[in-house]
């Protein structure tokens, strides 16, 4: 894979003569990234394109190629690769569409594809692929803009989707590798490459059908050891799984069987597609959870009996709070008031403020030996007006005096994005937009803290 | 419930001499929330508050009083609601906690206002509630700030959290009830107001326990007939029942009974905390779905694939498009694209620009005889330089002329917020931030039709 992800010297072959946005120019496009390597363009009916002298074919170019970038017409593409074996290139990437997810005509292509890596010792990615991101060395094959951010977050796709779309899947991708089709790299090699990558330190993946079932899960069950694998698989449906195949060619296989796999095998394994970013940022920023049992602290009564019910399905339970920090919080609070957990402070907010009252609470439950974890409702209030309700100051100071239990935290009110920012910003408080998320999100953390303890 | 919502005379008992952000003095909010009625501020201890002449006790007041606000400690109130009832007045709200939600003490006092409530017909709402909000009269008796937007949705609460989160329960609340613990008016009572109530046309419920269940039902099934009630039943774990006992005095029930009883009755149950804004925007905006046949519209095939999962999980399913539909779509795709539903038009996007296939294809579905509802998959780009990949305009010309199926919509890439607020802003296309939200919004627009059809 490291002829794929830090090439020195990059063919692109079927560059356009288009370049500026709405070309899709797969060339302009890995400069603006800021790759630093060599690129030769190779189309024979140009001398230069954007600067850089073409090459009629891969074989005059004279220095050394590590990665050839294809993207012609399908009937071209065999040709192309016999070439690159030719010319001493062992990586190439095919990003057209038109084969196993096409007719049969792209099927047979594809099988042909499939035999030159294996004859010849050349591997292949894709096709029907943008390929990778490496934002560690500013390379990518995508025609697509995408942003650039280095995160310690890998990704393994099988769809362009999750390049364009990163923020909706995992927030951002610092290393990510597309596996489209799957004709030669498929998701053991890319989870073998991002796995024993230092500098990743999760692995997100969407997963449409997985090849090389037992040879992949003994690999992630080893991985998972040292850094968490998310899975989004998909094609739970039947028509779901037929669809697969017609989009990447991918036998989707029983999605129970699969999902069950994945799960002993230590992975997490996604319910639906909004969860990825939650997962990422989670595991990106929180601590891991040494047990199942949850303080809630709450502006809401009836915020607390949603989350009770989400630990609940999620295998989470309420903790029983010592008696040390029930008192500490009753001397807060009107006299008549119930106090457990979760920990209605309305009434101590009421009496003492927002930040001193939010500030005992939480110092409380993060001191109490009975509690492994803690979820924050507050208001995300309008500011200057109802600046004082932001309690984003309280927790900064406490999460940074006592950072060894994740906090997530949900708000409501007229403002709850920007408080949100606030209390992220910590470092040590994550924000969901549900209150089933920001359980959920818990219950991951506790996960990874039963694999490492196994 | 009218004296309640349309009050012409208002005593405020136990208003604070404090005011500005911070006292969330009721006063205060209910003169800025713009109620243009008459406003008795009654304290023994002030002769005058924000411009307003004092009273000692409620039976100096000689004008007609028609709802008291009373907000107390607790064990003042059995006194004043019989000095209420004294002075004539038939409908007091009981703002402060304390009561069945806190102690023994607290749940006697309780029991005793139902008894006042039931011996000298007063009507009480509350207690431990922020009241009533009815932003088409400017009339609210929340101590909190909250927005103000005439929206035909009323809400039904036991806390004020979704009076103060309206956002991000239900977008707002044209008018909303409070019930509290309840120990009076209850659902039956709010839902008959609401549901009865030309200005309403959606009824949103968070409930933890229902009492007069038989006859709440009863009334459900009359009102789903007129306009959808919209139900999120807390209390799913035994924990979580428990907790509702102690936030608001309520007994849970069995929740799959009670869940099973209210789908029964025609009610949209939800699932979690997060589809309530969902399925409020949903059936505000979007006309009902005739049949379970989807047509999917995408620029990914691994989002198509996403989608026939979650279709097949709210049972719905993907339609066979008519011959006519596929032919069009295909004129403008490659050769070797096989086309089926999911629809992925990227490849005809890239061959004639995303508002010509995206505008040909939606038209196509639209009219297709074999398709009820659509899913729109696109891209939120960066503006100005991707501003070509923004498909609002072709949205809006074609819902514009082909109005009759509903269509909802999920965007990805680097500026999905801006580009969906352009897709709602067309009025008959609405955003969701999961897919897995955008197929469920079209299976609750298709259970409504289902319901109106019986």
Redesign the interface.
Known sequence: MKAFMEPEGVALIGISRKTG??S?NLMENMIRFGFQGRIYPVNPNMSEILGRKAYPTIREIKEPVDLAVISTP?ETTLGILSDCVAAGVRAAIVVN??FA???D??RALQKEMTAIAKRDGMRILGPNTLGVINNYTGFTTSFM?I?KEEVPIGLI??????F??A???SRNIGKGIDIGNGCDIGFYEALKYLGEDPQIRIVAI?M?GLNQGRKFLRLAERIVEEKPVVIHK???????AA??V???GSMAGNYQVTRAALKQAGVIVLN???QMAHAVKTLLHLPLMKGDRVAVIT????????I??????YGL??ASLSPKTTETVSRLS?G???L?N?L?IW?AV?LNGPDKAYAMALRAVLKDPHVDGVICVA?GP?VP??A?LDVSDALKEVTGELPDKPVTAWL???N?DDIGKRFESTGRVMVY?????ASWALSILRGRHKILMK
Chains 1, 2 share one sequence.
């Open positions: 946005p709405g899709f399908r569409q038109g997810d096409a007719d005509v792209g803009p942003t796709c099988q769809s362009g989707i999750f364009v779309g923020r909706e899947f969407h449409e998909t094609g739970s449906s039947e028509r779901g669809a697969a017609s989009h990447s639906e597609d909004g502006f809401s009564g009836a915020a607390g009996i949603m009770t019910d989400a630990l609940d399905r339970r309420l009107p008549w008031m119930p457990g979760p209605d009434p009421m208001i309008k007006d109802y004082f409501y009110g007229p709850p937009p549900t209150l089933e998320a």
